[in-house]
């Protein structure tokens, strides 16, 4: 039986790999496999062998060791954070056991004459490849650690053996919490039991701590070695270094320092690990109910996330009171608005909008006054501008209550009494309305706040200029950004059905979403280009005639129909797009 | 009333409706029949305006659905088989949204009797995820139905639905068609056209095999027989192949 559960895994894996391989056939992947490899080559390989060559060549000294008198202290904090890990395991979870297994592999595993320690070993078995992956992925990330000592197969190994011992103890745990739970014990009773245990085990380590130990002075907190001193000295006193034994030991090959540390190390973890291995496999309890419960879960959360619906996948949506009151009549584009804007969150609603405005007008007057928060004012004024940065970046690739929420629902779309633009439009009007919002609040906080040394000739006059004529522009430039992800979901829609899918992992789907964000930014500035160029025109020319707020406010609007226009241009576009859109054509193999 | 003249939808190379003319006048029920892949629900899609023919006039309640698609898309209504809804509108806002984008002039109103009707009326505040497959199909109806459509087309009506559903299902079109609507529907359940159908039409790899009343087309396949059944029907017409 083993045997066939082990065909079951490779043969899974390997069609896995292959269908991967496969399908870099297709443009849209192979494209995007080769920009994520080569952005993954740039983001983390290139720097490793090019620092390497550099410390090789003197160039530089090398990456800044960890002192080794230093190396136990940081193995019992890690211990210690180890441990906390751990007992959150025993306190968090209410639920029965459950193994997750995909719903093909209960219909077929669980009525075939497997027993079940067979298929809590297949379960252990599948998760190796899972754990491996990650242990890979955050050596790759982490390769820069080399202050730990190690190289990058040490490390990878040492990552291996937390996660997998990790992902052991969590499933005997969950065992044996079963197990209480079919003799009687609540999961509010047993939480009591382990604080309890955990407040006793912390009484008598402090008291036998005060009784070694002299209380921490204000020389213990002087500099970064004095605390390090001192928590060392905490750490291998009473009972913690007995405490942190198997956490330390898990730990070990991670934070060896050199390859014959590394293999001392590996004995005390394996025993650990193989520990944990016999525990579970010996820990059986009745989890085909809750693993039922679990796969139905996961099958409903998987469909709700291929379908791009990330609320729906987190079990998040609930039915709420709309942002306005739709009337009966009126523009059907404002239907739209009103639909998307049920599918946010409820902070968004117009009187959020004037409270925090309130609130940064108030706060931001008040710290004007005191002299001694200028540095404050500051602050809020260069986050306000991070905010506003972020936003009309990365804005319309978060808030998408739009065409690209809402194309699997086309077929209804097009059903309605509506010419393509007034679709377009509708489905634009709720990032638009979203993003001009924080956009609006950002931008007035940095003109409240914002005054850097320097930039005295920004008048409150000029600033009210500013405002004024950012008021109606953000909306424009928010909606000519989103208009550019919103093209992509019509023009290359199995493009974007396959960047939807956000469950879809790969080097080929990390390309294909650089290759979007970039086009994204280029489309954007293109388009700003004539604007922009109209404006410094205008701005250069008039000021001299009329002064600089007049100037200001003679190239905003400029700027305003030069962008309106392009934005009129790429929804009616857009909207002739759609209408002659077909699903089921688009998205033919 | 529709008419179709000279419908044919191709994909690339591939056609998928073969220069299909028919006319369904307000009161007929007609089916669409044939095999898996003969073309039933592209041309219900293309009668819907979801997808654009290729070539051929559709004309529904006498708009010329090409030159003047708002015109003609509200005077229709369409069933998809699998009820798409929005997955954050509760059933009432779903009715309000549809009332909006029809412009239906007092869609609370009308509302209330739909759902009782449906008997959905006590699920008016719940969302589709919390509603049964036969209550969202139910919601799809009541969507479809709240700008009172003088021509509706149903794709698979009964998929999913359990027994009293389907009798309710039958009752709704039949009673819709008796008040002046026009209905085209598709199936593969033959006995759903016997009971609900006036009309028929036979369609395989795209073309129309035939078309006409239940008893027009069954004498066409009968061959001088009595009493043959509309499967035998069905299976002489189409050859007993999808291909």
């Not at chain 2, 009172?148 to 309710?168: W, Y």
Request: net charge positive.
């Amino acid at each position: 039986m083993i045997g066939a559960l082990f065909y079951l895994r490779v043969m899974s894996l390997r069609n896995a790999v292959v269908s991967r391989f496969r399908r870099l056939k297709q443009p849209k992947y192979l494209v995007g496999a080769i920009v994520g490899a080569g952005y993954v080559y740039f983001a983390f390989f290139r720097g490793f062998h090019t620092g390497r060559a550099a410390a090789h060549h003197g160039a530089y000294p090398g990456p800044v060791s960890l002192p080794p008198d230093l190396l136990p202290t940081v193995l019992a904090l890690g211990a210690l954070a180890l441990l906390v890990i751990v007992l959150l395991g025993w306190i968090l979870p209410d639920q029965r056991a459950g193994l997750t297994f995909s719903e093909a592999e209960i219909a077929f595993l669980f009525p075939a004459p497997v027993r079940r320690r067979t298929l809590i070993w297949y379960k252990l078995l599948n998760s190796q490849v899972a754990i491996m992956f990650t242990a890979a992925i955050i050596t790759l990330v982490t390769g820069s650690w080399q202050f730990l000592g190690g190289n990058a197969l040490t490390h990878g190994i040492g990552w291996w053996f937390i996660l997998a011992t990790l992902h052991l103890h969590f499933i005997g745990a969950s065992f044996a919490m079963t197990r209480l739970m079919d003799q009687g014990i609540t999961p509010w009773r047993r939480r009591f039991a382990v604080l309890g245990l955990i407040a006793l085990v912390a009484v008598v380590t402090l008291a036998w701590l005060w009784r070694d130990l002299r209380a921490p002075q204000g020389s213990d907190f002087a500099d970064f070695r004095t605390i390090a001193d001192y928590l060392s000295t905490l750490l291998a006193s009473g009972p913690l270094p007995w405490l942190l034994l198997p956490a330390k030991a898990v730990l070990g090959p991670y934070l060896a320092p050199d390859v014959p540390a590394f293999f001392l190390a590996l004995g005390p973890a394996l025993l650990v690990f193989v520990a944990h291995y016999a525990w579970v496999l010996r820990s059986e309890v009745s989890f085909e109910d809750a693993s039922i419960a679990k796969s139905e879960k996961r099958a409903a959360k998987i469909a709700a996330v291929r379908e791009g619906n990330w609320r729906a996948a987190s079990g998040a949506i609930k039915a709420r009171t709309p942002a306005f009151r739709l009337a009966a009549t009126g523009r059907p584009e404002f239907a739209f608005l009103w639909k998307n804007l049920l599918s946010t969150f409820p902070v968004f609603r117009p009187r959020t909008f004037f409270g925090v405005a309130l609130a940064v007008v108030a706060g931001c007057q008040w710290l004007g006054t005191m002299p001694g928060y200028r540095g404050a004012l500051a602050a809020v004024g260069v986050v306000a501008l991070l905010v506003a940065a972020y936003t009309l970046f990365l804005g319309p690739q978060l808030a998408r209550q739009d065409l690209r929420s809402d194309l699997l629902n086309a077929d209804i779309l097009k059903t309605y009494p509506l010419r393509g633009w007034q679709v377009v439009l509708g489905e634009l009007l709720t990032p638009v309305v979203l993003l001009s919002a924080i956009l609006w609040l950002a931008l007035g906080t940095v003109l409240l706040a914002f005054h850097p040394p320097g930039f005295q000739w920004l008048s409150p006059a000029l600033r009210l200029a500013l405002g004024a004529g950012l008021v109606p522009l953000v909306p424009v430039v928010c909606a000519m950004q989103l208009l550019v992800p919103n093209a992509a979901a019509l023009v290359f829609p199995a493009w974007a059905q396959s960047m939807r899918n956000r469950s879809e992992r790969g080097i080929e789907m990390l390309g294909q979403r650089l290759i979007f964000v970039a086009g994204q930014f280029l489309v954007i500035l293109v388009a700003l280009v004539p604007a922009a160029l109209a404006a410094f025109a205008l701005i250069f020319a008039t000021q001299w005639l009329i002064g600089a707020v007049a100037a200001v406010a003679v190239a905003a609007v400029a700027v305003l129909v030069i962008l309106i226009a392009e934005v009129w241009c790429g929804i009616w576009w857009l909207g002739q797009r759609f209408d002659k859109f077909d699903l089921s054509l688009e998205l033919r193999p | 009333m529709i008419e179709v003249s000279g419908l044919i939808k191709r994909y690339g190379a591939f056609t998928a409706v073969k220069d299909l003319s028919f006319v369904v006048r307000p009161g007929e029920v007609l089916g669409l029949v044939g095999p898996n892949g003969a073309g039933k629900t592209t041309t219900l899609r293309s009668l819907a305006g979801i997808i654009p023919a290729t070539a051929g006039t559709i004309r529904i309640a006498g708009q010329d659905l090409a030159a003047d698609p708002v015109a003609a898309k509200r005077a229709l209504a369409f069933f998809p088989d699998e009820p798409r809804l929005f997955d954050y509108l509760t059933v009432r806002q779903h009715l309000a949204f549809v009332g909006r984008i029809y412009g239906v002039a007092n869609p609370e109103a009308l509302a209330q009797p739909l759902l009782e009707e449906l008997e959905i009326a006590d699920k008016a505040e719940e969302l589709p995820g919390a509603l049964s497959r036969g209550m969202k199909q139910k919601l799809a109806i009541a969507c479809g139905l709240l700008h009172s459509p003088a021509v509706m087309f149903f794709d698979e009506p009964l998929t999913g639905l359990d027994p009293l559903g389907i009798r309710r299902m039958k009752d709704s079109i039949l009673k819709r068609a008796r008040s002046g609507a026009t209905v085209v529907l598709s199936s593969h359940l033959l006995s759903l056209l016997e009971e609900v159908c006036s009309h028929v039409l036979i369609l395989k790899k795209g073309e129309k095999i035939a078309d006409g009343t239940l008893a027009e087309v069954s004498a066409r396949f009968a061959n001088g027989e009595a009493n043959v059944s509309l499967e035998e029907i069905f299976i002489r017409a189409t050859g007993g192949t999808e291909s």
